[in-house]
């Protein structure tokens, strides 16, 4: 099966359609040369949980937001450690890698999510998880830079809003009961 391509126009009619999602996202800026994105969640779980949930990312990022159609998404958490998805007849994809972990608290990840993996463009992907008496507050920010012809400009909305919708896919699964 070929890959999946999204081209902007297509992100952003996504990022439209997920505007609704119970997050504060927002486009920080966006240039030629990259773009910062970013917002906060509030999460009825406790820090604990949202990393647990966090640190799977299969169960929580969208199956229509994957390249493969039957696929597993896994991370690894040591040092350069994988976000990776593996598709059911072996093909893989390395979307993220490890750059800091701080267990319950603190997760960056560095390199290129979907489509920008094709441009010349990486990024840092950072979430941090805060207490907040009985709920937590999951803090998040993708900052990219690089090059894509036309510019990365016109990618900063649709990536906002493809994981905004993906944060409200992880409160949903942390906030569950066990």
């Avoid at 598709?87 to 701080?102: F, I, K, M, N, Q």
């Avoid at 290129?112 to 937590?136: M, R, V, Y």
């Amino acid at each position: 099966m070929p890959k999946r391509l999204f081209p902007a126009a297509a992100l952003f009619a996504c990022a439209v359609a997920f505007s609704a999602a119970p997050a504060m996202a927002e486009v920080k800026s966006a240039t030629s040369g990259g773009f910062a994105v970013g917002g906060s969640i509030a999460i009825a779980a406790p820090p604990e949980r949202v990393w647990t949930v966090l640190t799977k990312p299969d169960a929580w990022w969208s199956r229509d937001h994957r390249w493969f159609r039957n696929s597993t998404l896994s991370l690894d958490l040591s040092p350069g450690g994988c976000w990776c998805e593996t598709a059911a007849d072996g093909r893989v994809s390395r979307h993220l890698e490890a750059a800091l972990v701080e267990p319950g608290s603190k997760l960056v990840l560095r390199g290129a999510l979907g489509p920008l993996q094709g441009q010349g463009a990486t990024g840092g992907l950072t979430f941090d998880i805060k207490a907040e008496g009985e709920t937590s507050v999951l803090t998040w920010s993708y900052v990219v830079g690089g090059y894509a012809p036309g510019g990365l400009e016109n990618w900063a909305a649709p990536v906002d809003g493809v994981l905004s919708a993906q944060l409200a896919n992880l409160k949903t699964q942390a906030e569950r009961a066990d």
